[in-house]
């Protein structure tokens, strides 16, 4: 059974900096890209950022360039994505997924159809 559970998450003021954890299991983690998706109130699920099965590949939404790094660390079958320069407008439940990697090109990991397994979510609230 494939489980993906994120943390990290919480209240930050503007300008702030916070890491989101997720952590998988049921799956063989070195294989698979993961990636973080966001859903504020009101909208749909948006693309956040991606990583190869490597971490060697990463592919990142315009919104959050610059200011996120995606990492992973397969020998603890976690994925981090570092937030920085935090904005109201990062205000969103956040999830990580994971996906099969057959295309070994990490640009077509933007699609949440790609995914197969997704985590719960954690909240991020930016406050002005």
């Known amino acids: 059974q494939v489980q993906l559970v994120e943390s990290g998450g919480g209240l930050v003021q503007a300008g702030g900096s916070r890491r989101l954890s997720c952590a998988a299991s049921?799956?063989?983690?070195?294989?698979?890209?993961m990636g973080w998706f966001r859903q504020a109130p009101g909208k749909e699920r948006e693309f956040v950022v991606a990583i190869s099965p490597s971490g060697a590949s990463t592919v990142y939404a315009n919104p959050v360039k610059g200011r996120f790094t995606i990492s992973r660390d397969n020998a603890k079958n976690t994925v981090y994505l570092q937030m920085n320069s935090l904005k109201p407008e990062d205000t969103a439940v956040y999830y990580c997924a994971a996906a099969p990697y057959p295309e070994n090109d990490i640009s077509l990991y933007s699609r949440p159809g790609r995914y197969s397994n997704w985590g719960q979510g954690t909240q991020v609230t930016v406050s002005s």
């Open positions: 049921g799956l063989s983690f070195s294989a698979y890209a």
